[in-house]
């Protein structure tokens, strides 16, 4: 049988890596008993796949994989088992079985929002930032990015679905992003924070959690909200 979920990677483990992360899976899996289905072959492993993989220094509360298991198991008894012997930071939620002909996870994903913690030097005015985020979506926002073929400009704007400021205190400002995300690429969220602080002249450490992932509509995994 084949189980998706969703695991959370708090901010205790966001410098993993994801290989550390299938890693981290596979061993607690084991641990917890689950019965896990192996490949053949001289060098058998869990079948395990990925929405997308989880960039290291994010943290995350929506990172959706499907593990096919060698017995049935009721979700609810897969994430009992898993959780009660997870490592701190990480917690499995949203689990269901998967119906026949389903398709996979990455040839679904569509879309993820993110929650953007800055830390600027200095104190900034919503009315500046909202200006400059205005200006730069109402271009091309071209950046560097590092192919097979070597480094080439890119304009990563069509990946942009929304950009907000969501609090401001201070130096400390919160911005929510919806950038596309597919099999094939997606926004960069680094890069574009990177490109606001430049256009702001600002320096600012800041932190990005991803909140959510959406997928092509069919009842089962979040979809893009009708706006």
Known sequence: ??????????????????????RTLQ????????????????????????????????????????????EEIAPEEFERRANAVMPQGMHVSGSFVVPENFGSLSAKLRAAEYRVDLQFDEPVSKEKLDETLATMLAGEIIIQKRTKGGIRPVDMRPYILRVSVGQIE???????VLGKLQADGGLRVDALIDALLERLDAHAAYEIHRTNMYFAEDGLLPHLPVE
């Open 170 to 176: 201070g130096e400390e400002v919160t911005l929510l």
């Open 27 to 70: 061993r607690t899996f084991r641990r917890a008993g689950i019965p896990l289905l192996y490949s053949n072959g001289f060098n058998p492993h869990p079948q395990f796949s990925f929405a997308t993989a989880a960039a290291t220094g994010m943290s995350s509360s929506c990172e959706w994989f499907e593990v096919q298991l060698s």
């Open 1 to 22: 049988m084949k189980l998706i979920a969703a695991y959370q990677k708090g901010n205790e483990i966001a410098m993993i890596s994801h290989l550390d992360i299938q």
